[in-house]
């Protein structure tokens, strides 16, 4: 297969698939669901092939369960099919509606933003999520797996195609590439695929950004911190400390650096450290945070296993049973380190005191500023965005969990009677901008 | 000056700029604005010295015209400082405001983008617009005008550098490059620049796109279209044609390409053709709109002026009195010909006729898609936008022109007193999702 011609078909038909209705485009997202259920045997005799080829290579047992397709993982693409049906149109709503002059109207519409490339890890639901996350909000979309689950994939990808053709959208409005090869084609294709989606691991989002010139959405990095201010209250802050930390040590918005005030380190810092240690968590701290550990009796042996970090470890996304302790002076201490190292994702303050809370979501410049919680929120789920493509720390466009509103852009409509701008330019005639209601609105 | 140093500064620097007050952004614009008066002479004698410098160097007239700063342009920055003065505060708005369970609120607020490069023409008024704008939007902003102004830009940042100052908006709001080299520079900053907005060239924009990893807002070409539907007001077509390609034919929003539909060519295309060469505007048209013109007895004669054009000819922005001719079957094919060959800025359809409007308003993908005016509208200040930095063809965050709105991005804010994921995953808590009134709206 040819990526770029394929990218340039779907470009050219892109619009077709703008133009379907909302009614359509639910009736495709139905009989998708219908397609999976009615052929779920053929989809599950896929997967076991791809698991069985998997622990013949001997992948880790945590990778194995991402693999794994099952009843379980059936039911919950359902349940996200039912909730997307059920959410408005995205597309086709008027964000902007004003007489620039006498039968002059302006109107801002919301429209699917074209092609989209995902390129996604190996998780068979991610292929159903993302292609009818791509269908609700009008887009086409150039779909790559990870290769761990190419068969299920393509079975997959087969039954949503069909599918959605059968509701009577465009043959090109869902494309599968399966060859590694095939990415960087995809890479390439700047005049007709608008947006790159890559979720994987760092490295790899990191070479997309720097080997293409098309827009992507989505993070490299997921540095998060939690700062303790003085006032705290200790036990809120161990438990939002822990869930933060091993709730799911995977994740992009799990925390991997602690910044403690420093009038709370004689007392608070060995007691937290003793949570982390029960909690299996290792430390690395600064000299400042190991000796304030070293001296509390309580935590003296186990201080020993601290490893002392270099100032590249605040740069480190662990996502492991490993957490950064830097102790700081301030609000004002930890606000900058966080700017300076973080990764502009999400962060937390833990505090009982207002002003330093209101000084630090102000200044923390990430998608996501948080106060007395857990950084595991970040998440369009929890959010209550319904599914979400991934989470973006990009600031242009879409920021935070990305859902159907992020796959959005809009286009302005001018309709007339033969204005001419010669005569505003001349005087002749004048614009007199009256926003008008919004039908429905 | 080290580019990159001054970047890195400015970007730790941003959210205190960002965390300013509407009054003190609104009082830097005062200042700026009195200092712009009380200083004009001293302005007004550094842009004779760049004057005399371009004469010296024969450049032309309708450039020379762009360099001037004299009473009427001090007048006009002046009316969009007001402006700006009086427009409400982009950042801090509230857009979204969520409580996720008992306890746990989340918001959306808008904030500014952070650190914006804009390298512009030479035109020195430029300079006190897009310095207004980053103030009033709370970005910082790296600002690098022309050569040919270098005198004139210098006294005029000066002059907004100090009053900003002295509103108390941080030392760093505002940096000036001056130095060619410091383009180049200023392209590898992509840890610490948001966002660059090129202005000028074709090529120079592409060069900008093609040589950093910063997002770009802009636009390379401006290849509009106007297509005559079969059923059209004649005079009407020939007003609004003759507005868009000759009311000021350097604007990317003028017209380059016409498109006829085949039933109206034997009459109607000789007609505007004739209209086109009395207003000075030279034709390039495809052998089959050759041939109609020729055929007519009227317009047979200079007919032979036309040079028969090929399909490279429909990629290209004149920016002069020139436009390219092709009669088409229907709207259809004059569809697909804007959406391969445009640039995705703005098109047009003359036509009474509703279906083929509305087809032509859904299908084009462009950033404005008009009926029945002229291109020409696609302007901040014609939508009622006030001042623009420039007009966006990329389908992320800002399409289409681009105030204000255009130059913030957003945060979540989620405060809490303790949730942790842990409980919602577990399901000793569950979300409730349930949207909360935002004061004052």
Redo the contacts between chains.
Sequence with gaps: MNIREEAKKM??D???L??SSNEQRNEALRLIKEALMARKEEIFAANAQDCEAAKENGIASAVMKRLVFNDAKLSDVCKGIDQLCSLPDPIGRILLR?E?DEG?V?ERVSVP??VIGVIFEARPDAMVQISTLCIKSGNCAILKGGKETAKTNRTLFGIIHEAAVQAGLPESCLLQAELHNEIDELLQCEKDV??LIPRGSNQFVQYI??NT?I?V?GHADGICHIYVDKDV?EE?AF??I???KT??TAACNAVETLLIHRDLASVFLPRLARALFRAGVRIRGTQEAEDFIARSPETAAEAETIEIMGEDDFRTEYLDLIVSIKVVADVEEA??HI??YGSHHTDSILTRDDAA?GRF??????????????T???DGF???FGAEVGIST????A??PVGLEGLV??????????????D??SGRST?H?KDLDIPGK
């Design positions: 470009k050219l892109a619009p077709i703008a133009a004003r620039l002059l302006l933003i074209g608008d947006l950004m720097n010139k827009p959405m209250d809120m438990k939002v822990i869930d933060a709730q799911y606000i900058d700017n300076r809370a979501l102000q200044m923390v410049d990430s998608a996501g500023v948080y106060r007395n919680c857990s595991r929120f970040a929890r959010y209550g990009s600031k242009l466009h920021r935070g852009t809009y286009k302005y409509l001018l309709r007339g009677d033969g204005q001419i701008v010669g505003y330019a614009f901008f």
